[in-house]
């Protein structure tokens, strides 16, 4: 189940990057070839908070790097993806499994993607841009909040949170509140450039 769970984040992120309406929103990475997203997703649903941390080492879209740090459980764990020919590794002391024909078992993924993308559109929520020195956020909330709370019904609000430099932003957390703001999931990411070429070279060795 575990190794399902982190097959399930990596395959998000590949179809979300991929997905047109975040790359227009984020277009400044197109430029970017090889990369790293280092990213902590802290969930505040219950009395004792949880928390998953990665880094996904990417390689021009077609080869990817996955590393679990929290849960310690999962760190030694490491994930290969390579798309070009849709084959997926789990490599951990020495010790190889591989799975073919991912793409194909992907349908469920990428519908939740493209809901992701409609639930926060603007004909279903207002977007409000606020900036505060050199940080830019903009806040995602339902159309119908007012008639929502009236009726006692839990919403779901987002903010999404950009480091402005030189003109240009770079995402650095995602942040989803229901309705009372008691609840909470908090995605700090963080995006750089980064020499990947060790991704084809491990995969060679694994194959």
């Known amino acids: 189940m575990k190794k399902i769970l982190t097959i399930i984040f990596l395959l998000l992120f590949v179809i979300s990057y991929s997905n047109d309406n975040i790359i227009n929103l984020f277009s400044q990475y197109s430029k970017l070839s090889q990369f790293l997203i280092k990213s902590e997703i802290i969930f505040e649903v219950d009395s004792t908070p949880t928390s998953i941390s990665f880094d996904l080492y990417i390689d021009n879209m077609k080869y990817f790097y996955f590393k679990i740090n929290e849960p310690t459980i999962l760190s030694n764990i490491n994930y290969f993806y390579d798309l ?76 999404m949170y950009f480091k402005k430099i030189e003109n240009i ?39």
Not at 139 to 152: I, R
Not at 189 to 202: E, G, M
Request: proline share 2%.
């Open 169 to 207: 932003l770079y995402l650095e957390k995602i942040e989803f509140l229901n309705s009372n703001n008691k609840k909470r999931v908090i995605a700090n990411i963080c995006i750089t450039p980064y020499n990947t070429d060790f991704i084809k070279k491990r995969l060679l060795e694994i194959q």
């Open 84 to 159: 070009h020919n849709d084959k997926f590794y789990t490599y951990l002391k020495n010790e190889v499994d591989s799975y073919n024909n991912i793409n194909n078992n992907l349908k469920i993924f990428k519908d939740f993607i493209s809901i992701l993308s409609v639930t926060y559109s603007q004909d279903k929520f207002f977007i409000k841009k606020f900036e505060e020195n050199n940080i830019v956020y903009f806040y995602f909330y339902p159309k119908s909040k007012n008639a929502l709370k009236f009726l006692g019904i839990d919403y779901t609000q987002m903010y």
